[in-house]
């Protein structure tokens, strides 16, 4: 299997130095860029390099779904699947709707990465069973 070439960003450096030692030791993943906001991440200039991109969707400025956008329109065959911690406030169709290929919560990390990474890498999309699939009426 070739390496996969990631992005990380989170704004929770903690979390994603974990998330980096767990990709890079059981799934001997590359990660060849991080960024903790979308300006960060944007002048790292590596959308064209990567296989997939692991992103927050709750972020400070600029939030996940709205830079999933940008970089869909930059490079349209980019898998992004979403992390968060925010299970009752996640939609799946905003999520598809934005380009999203999938959805992790933060505290399945270790139970959901490696199915969401083969359903995604055969170009299939996974979200989590319990994640919401339709807005609410307010």
Do not use: W
Not at 1 to 23: C, E, G, P, S
Not at 29 to 48: M, P, R, V, Y
Not at 93 to 102: C, M, T
Request: proline share 1%; aromatic share 10%.
């Amino acid at each position: 299997m070739k390496t996969l070439n990631i992005l990380l960003v989170d704004d929770n450096n903690n979390f994603r130095r974990a998330f980096k030692m767990l990709l890079e030791k059981q799934y001997h993943a590359s990660i060849i860029g991080e960024a903790s906001n979308a300006k960060d991440f944007l002048t790292l200039n590596l959308l064209s390099n990567a296989d997939i991109i692991f992103m927050d969707i709750m972020m400070p400025e600029v939030d996940g779904i709205s830079l999933a956008r940008q970089c869909l329109s930059y490079n349209n065959k980019i898998k992004i699947i979403a992390i968060t911690m925010y299970s009752e406030m996640v939609y799946q169709d905003s999520l598809i709707e934005s380009g999203f290929v999938g959805c992790i919560f933060k505290n399945e990390l270790f139970t959901e990465l490696s199915i969401a990474l083969e359903t995604v890498l055969n170009n299939n999309k996974y979200f989590p069973k319990r994640i919401l699939t339709n807005r609410m009426e307010e």
